[in-house]
């Protein structure tokens, strides 16, 4: 991956978009990290905001940082007995494995079911990336979370699509990966993705499939910073 240079240029330039009274999504991975601890130290000098995360990880970083959070429930849809819309996500900012002309795969820390919908929901979306991460054409496997069961059907329905699933294994724990919402990973290659728009859809309609990495027309901006601190704003 990219330095912790460019890394940390791109997070705190997101989190500099971050204003009084913002409710703003918190990603996942060690580059939105740089952003959470960017927030947090506002909030210690007295920004008003607060957070939605994006997973377990997210939520704990935020909580050392300070960020006061809510849940997406408290701030989308209309609550029964609500008189109003909830006030909605202002700005998520979030990491990226993979990005090519704003189009993203997302999942490598296993978080982009949540992600997708807190990032979705945002009304801007920022990926912050390193330059490492940028490229042509999307080409990496897809993270695609499912249901325990279905791992196998899903390989098999991959298979019928061109790509080869390979179940996610955990590096500290016997057996796989394991979501926060207790399903497991299938990375999917497919090799060059020429149309990503057409997989995003071949994927979600798979029976078992929860949520695929593939991000596509999300993405409002995407920051890229380098190793000298600069940052670039693409698409
Ligand atoms: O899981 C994700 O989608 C994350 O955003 C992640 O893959 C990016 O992680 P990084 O910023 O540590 O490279």
Redesign the pocket.
């Known amino acids: ?2 330095t912790d240079a460019a ?1 940390r240029a791109a ?1 705190e330039t997101a989190a500099e978009l971050v204003d009084d009274g913002t409710v703003v999504g918190l ?7 740089f952003a959470i601890r960017a927030i947090g130290r506002r909030v210690d000098a007295g920004l008003d905001v607060r957070g939605v995360a ?2 377990f990880a997210a939520r704990e970083l935020a909580r050392e940082c300070g960020i006061p959070l809510v849940e997406l429930p408290d701030v989308t849809g209309v609550e029964p007995g609500d008189c109003g819309v909830g006030a909605g996500i202002d700005l998520a900012i ?4 993979q990005v090519a002309d704003g189009d ?9 079911a949540r ?1 997708k919908l807190v990032d979705d929901a945002a009304d801007r979306f920022v990926v ?3 330059r490492s ?1 940028v490229t042509e054409t999307l080409d990496d496997p897809v ?1 695609v979370e499912v249901l325990p069961d279905a791992r196998g059907s899903v390989a098999d329905r991959v298979a019928d699509l061109g790509g080869e699933a390979t179940l996610r294994t955990a590096d500290r724990k016997d057996g796989p990966v394991v979501t926060d919402n207790g399903n497991l990973v299938v990375d999917c290659a497919f090799g060059r993705i020429d149309d990503p728009d057409a997989l995003a859809t071949r994927l979600s309609v798979l029976p078992g499939v929860v949520e695929h ?1 593939l991000f596509v027309g999300i993405a409002d901006e995407v920051y890229v910073g380098d190793d000298g601190g600069d940052v670039d704003v693409r698409w």
């Open positions: 991956g990219g890394k997070g990603g996942t991975g060690s580059t939105a990290a994006t997973s979030d990491g990226a494995d993203l795969i997302k999942g490598g820390g296993a978080a982009h992600e912050v990336v390193d991460k993270p990495g």
